[in-house]
């Protein structure tokens, strides 16, 4: 059976919320998802990639839209590993148009993205939030917020 969740993250890959903003984006992400499954979870400093689970989808270059091989993107994303510290947000040329970005800056679809910490919450099956909840959340945030919907086998 598969596992729905929706992993709310900041735009800002470094950006640090109160526990209390935390805290209140839980509380709302599960009124508005309808579950008691939720969790924060916090690496700390250490910045991590979260992605879509088992269905990666594409990434487009950021400039000329092209569609990125991945793998291409996974080179990079090796390359920006630290075992210790995470992922390093180091910039680099896209292969299509010679444009300079880093990996946060890419157009990742379905979206997925980086952060030292998210909130989620698990769903009996697959709905997207609507722009009016994820407005009330980027509210609550207090900051531009990313919503990563994830599934798992």
Not at 9 to 21: C, E, M, T
Request: one cysteine or more.
């Amino acid at each position: 059976m598969k596992a729905h969740f929706i992993a709310v993250i900041p735009q800002d890959p470094r950006a640090r919320f109160a526990p209390d903003r935390l805290s209140a984006m839980q509380t709302l992400l599960a009124k508005l998802c309808r579950t008691d499954e939720t969790r924060i979870k916090d690496f700390g400093e250490r910045l991590q990639f979260i992605d879509c689970g088992d269905n990666p989808g594409a990434i487009f270059c950021p400039t000329c839209a092209a569609e990125l091989d991945l793998t291409w993107w996974g080179q990079r994303m090796d390359h920006a590993w630290d075992t210790d510290q995470g992922f390093h947000m180091c910039g680099f040329e896209t292969p299509c148009c010679g444009a300079t970005t880093r990996l946060d800056g890419l157009d990742y679809r379905p979206a997925q993205g980086f952060a030292t910490w998210f909130v989620s919450a698990r769903q009996t099956k697959p709905v997207k939030l609507t722009q009016s909840d994820q407005d009330r959340l980027t509210t609550t945030a207090g900051q531009p917020l990313r919503f990563v919907y994830q599934t798992y086998a």
